[in-house]
């Protein structure tokens, strides 16, 4: 069992001195680890790989890194060259952002009474904010969603060409759940992973299945912006670093998600990089720690926990996200991860009832104003 549970972890002490966050001259940003986020206050601990410390703060639900894991050492060897030859010809879903694409998309929005839309600013290069195809086709209010973001289904082949492309133009993160097109030595590599370990601790945990892993190759310096999932998640990374950092789901009215009808449901409205206090205030009370992760790491990433992923090399990861899992019995006063299922469910409820994204808001100030 480790005292020291930073020792020998890639965020711990001891980590050699990292670069600043850096623009590197070429006008975009190039990613960096040293920069100081005022709301983090500590690090996530690092424990041995089968540290019943460790695996007891998963089930209470709690960020840990373990290390020294073999959770998928038949996967170490995945790089560039290996994915390339062994990958097979099927297509990956590709998420880009282009420099080109954003000077047109640069038209201002129509003013409108709704929050969101103050928050429609073309995006960083380097930032890939997740959006639901879905809710986008029903969004009632365009003016309050703009993407520049495209996701585009090509080969590991075309992917590559544009990985190693000119990244002030244009920014690629693949992110495609592995499935059956794989060619043979990456669908033995898989069948490799300690699947044992996996299902003995999943039935510990107390999680649902598991419902995907996610293969994520993507360039330093991009960043998956402030966000939760609705899925506990062990994330493994395979080649190069990742700064994360983690607010537990009490921070939920600090970080200001878009509504649930939005195509950036999940996500904080928030730039953790340069935060509005003037249209968030509440974010002055938000208070995370942060995880820096490596190969033969792995974090877990609770349900419900807000993350922020900043790329500090090109890197490599595969996750595996399960289902949160059999009901507990429930317990008061609610936790604020089942106080956030509540509200999600009610806000969802609501507009199903008013079949009317704009008049939500008003009927919430009908229950509140004055009220409560
Ligand atoms: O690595 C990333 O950029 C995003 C990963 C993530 O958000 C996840 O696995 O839930």
């Known amino acids: 069992m480790s005292e020291t549970p930073f020792r020998d972890c890639l965020g711990g002490p001891g980590t050699p001195v990292p670069q600043p966050f850096l623009n590197n001259g070429t006008g975009h940003y190039d990613g960096g680890d040293t920069h100081n986020y005022n709301f983090i206050t500590g690090n996530v601990p690092c424990y041995d790989f089968n540290d019943p410390v460790a695996l007891n703060l998963i089930k209470e639900q709690v960020p ?3 290390k020294g894991a073999d959770l998928v050492s038949s996967a170490m060897k995945w790089d560039l060259d290996y994915l390339s030859t062994h990958i097979g010809g099927g297509r990956f879903a590709v998420f880009i952002r282009n420099a080109e694409a954003d000077r047109h998309a640069l038209v201002q929005p129509q003013s409108s009474s709704n929050p969101q839309s103050q928050s429609v600013q073309p995006e960083p290069l380097h930032i890939f904010k997740y959006f639901d195809e879905k809710k986008l086709v029903a969004l009632q209010d365009r003016s309050t969603f703009q993407s520049t973001m495209v996701r585009v289904e090509m080969t590991f082949q075309e992917f590559l060409k544009r990985f190693h492309g000119d990244r002030s133009q244009e920014r690629v993160y693949l992110q495609q759940p592995l499935n059956n097109t794989v060619g043979p030595q990456i669908a033995s590599d898989f069948i490799q ?3 044992s370990w996996a299902a003995e601790h999943k ?5 649902g299945p598991l419902t995907s892993n996610l293969l994520l190759i993507g360039q330093k310096g991009n960043i998956t912006p402030c966000h939760f999932d609705e899925q506990q998640n062990l994330f493994c990374p395979l080649r190069g670093r990742k700064r994360i950092l983690l607010f537990n789901p009490e921070n939920f009215p600090y970080l200001y998600p878009y509504p649930v009808h939005h195509p950036n449901d999940r996500q904080s409205q928030v730039n953790l990089d340069n935060p509005d206090y003037g249209r968030f205030p509440k974010f ?3 208070r995370g720690v942060q995880a820096t992760v490596g190969p033969g790491e792995i974090l877990y990433i ?19 996200w399960h289902k949160g899992g059999g009901s507990a019995p429930v317990e008061y006063p609610l936790q604020a991860r089942q106080k956030i299922a509540m509200v999600r469910n009610i806000e969802k409820m609501l507009l199903e009832a008013l079949q009317d994204q ?15």
Request: proline residues 2%; hydrophobic residues 55%; aromatic residues 18%.
């Open 284 to 286: 002055a009370m938000a």
């Open 203 to 207: 039935r510990e945990f107390n999680w």
């Open 358 to 372: 704009n008049e939500l808001k008003e009927l919430l100030h009908w229950i509140v104003d004055g009220r409560y």
């Open 302 to 320: 609770p349900i419900h926990w807000w993350h922020h992923v900043i790329n500090l090399d090109d890197t490599i990861a595969i996750n595996f």
């Open 64 to 66: 840990v890194i373990l």
């Open 193 to 195: 992973f300690n699947w």
